[in-house]
């Protein structure tokens, strides 16, 4: 499966934006980012709060359709793509 990082957020990765994480079987979305931060220990405090959920500051999408934070247990396939983008305010 496939991760794709806002530009901020590959300082964290080595300055990889796509990532590739082999899976055996579907995972669910918070399984999937424990894998990406064992490889990448640098994200935990970047992209978690204290209560290791997804700071406000980002948002996360499943094959380019935004997901809410009570989607993050359902199954993802191994050929999905994660992305995880810093939210922009703009005025």
């Known amino acids: 499966m496939r991760f794709r990082l806002s530009g901020n957020l590959a ?7 796509d990532l590739q994480i082999d899976i ?6 918070t399984e999937l980012v424990a894998h990406l931060i064992a490889q ?3 994200l ?6 204290k209560e290791l959920k997804f700071k406000k500051g980002y948002l996360v999408s ?3 359709q935004k997901i809410n934070p009570d989607e993050y247990h359902e199954l993802i396939k191994n050929n ?3 992305d995880i983008f810093t939210a922009i305010a703009g005025g």
């Open 11 to 17: 300082k964290f990765t080595n300055y990889k934006k």
């Open 24 to 29: 055996d079987q579907s995972n669910t979305l």
């Open 40 to 42: 990448y220990p640098a």
């Open 44 to 49: 935990k405090e970047v992209i978690y709060d």
């Open 62 to 64: 499943l094959n380019g």
């Open 80 to 82: 999905d793509r994660i």
